[in-house]
């Protein structure tokens, strides 16, 4: 893509340059305005806005609808090594989000009360007829740009014996007060510095795993551990119902699925049981019956420091995912299950069950994946050093 037609182009170092050698970039890449909408004119002041502001954003539709924000790290001296863009997808039509379409006609749902235009209503909202290019010039913020706080804009017709000139915003109220919204052409990016957008952000469905992930992880971290401790030591050395190791590979439909779900998985935890010979002599005997305790004390006693904090973020993932049984059985109705979820990364005030069992069976596999890769470091390093 031409450089002037992206957020990163823009924000490269011909904005950031002297504005003769900038004009002199502007007008040397060909432009295409069948693609780019720009002629050399508009993109020398496009430049200079982002010289000002220090950021870019550009609005594209191809091959979707998409804006991107992008702004320079600037190095020593005011030097620029890169850019770093975001881009977000947008509304296919919409410039404004007060801008609605009825058939072929375009109406502007933010008219003020005193707009003599304003004369139809639009899902209950007084509606006045306007125009792309009238949209543009009007001083209220895109929909991308505006401030989260900017609340009820009113926007009203200048006319003339020819018809609607333009279409000025006259009032509008901030949800935190400021009195910066006196000024709403201002609400905007780069524009007042009480400016604030929020992102809310859609959970993405987790991908699923396959049925045998979690008994085929705790299987190959056994093979690792005796790997590293010899062939008579166990990972889970504690024997268990062959029914809750098969459970690991069946999904869940409900609450009640779920919770019979994470008591296999606990019990299967639990199984994990290092032998004695590989305990410090010097453990706490309650912290020997318990088997999380004992899998720490074993890799903190025999593990250099240099491998103990990924040591320490995968027990630490594993005793979140335990933490959720407990919480089941004792202390759903006390919000202490969906404390325990948040801690897991699950926010949904009623979460789907099916994936929240496919996240907590990831985490499992990601917290065995670490352990795995640990071990398997510490076999090879004392082979070499042996």
């Not at 924000?11 to 002297?18: D, G, L």
């Not at 933010?110 to 009238?134: F, K, N, W």
């Not at 008994?215 to 030591?233: I, K, N």
Request: charged share 25%; with cysteine.
């Amino acid at each position: 893509m031409p450089l002037h037609s992206t957020g990163v182009g823009l924000s490269c170092s011909p904005a950031h340059r002297p504005p003769c050698r900038s004009g002199s970039w502007a007008t040397s890449p060909p432009i295409r305005p069948a693609r780019t909408r720009q002629t050399p004119q508009k993109l020398r002041r496009v430049l200079a806005d982002v010289r000002h502001s220090g950021f870019a954003t550009v609005t594209l539709t191809v091959p979707w609808p998409r804006t991107s924000v992008a702004a320079p790290p600037l190095g020593f001296g005011g030097k620029v090594y890169a850019a770093l863009s975001v881009v977000m997808p947008r509304a296919a039509v919409d410039h404004k989000d007060d801008e609605r379409r009825s058939s072929r006609d375009l109406f502007c749902t933010a008219a003020a009360p005193g707009d003599a235009t304003a004369r139809v209503e639009i899902e209950g909202l007084l509606s006045a007829p306007t125009s792309r290019p009238l949209c543009h010039s009007c001083a209220l913020p895109p929909a991308d740009l505006v401030c989260s706080h900017l609340l009820h804009p009113q926007v009203t017709s200048v006319t003339d014996a020819g018809g609607i000139k333009s279409r000025d915003v006259v009032s509008a109220l901030c949800d935190r007060g400021q009195k910066e919204v006196e000024e709403p052409e201002g609400c905007t990016a780069g524009g007042h510095s009480c400016w604030q957008r929020r992102v809310e952000v859609k959970p993405v469905r987790p991908a699923r795993l396959p049925p045998l992930s979690v008994p085929e992880a705790f299987d190959v971290t056994d093979l690792a551990w005796r790997l590293a401790f010899g062939q008579r030591e166990r990972f889970r050395g504690k024997p268990g119902s062959m029914k809750n190791t098969a459970s690991l590979a069946v999904d869940c439909a409900d609450l009640e699925e779920f919770e019979s779900r994470m008591s296999a998985l606990a019990d299967v935890i639990d199984q994990i049981w290092p032998g004695d010979a590989l305990l410090p002599a010097d453990i706490d005997v309650e912290k020997a019956s318990r088997s999380l305790d004992r899998l720490t004390e074993v890799l903190r006693h025999r593990l250099p420091a240099s491998q103990q904090a990924r040591v320490e973020e995968a027990v630490s993932a594993l005793r979140r995912i335990r933490q959720v049984r407990n919480a089941l059985q004792h202390s759903r109705t006390r919000g202490g299950l969906l404390a325990a979820l948040r801690n897991l990364g699950v926010h949904d005030a009623s979460p789907s069950w099916d994936d929240t069992w496919n996240i907590v069976r990831a985490q499992t596999v990601d917290a065995l994946k670490i352990l795995r890769e640990e071990l398997v470091q510490f076999s090879e390093t004392s082979e070499i050093s042996t």
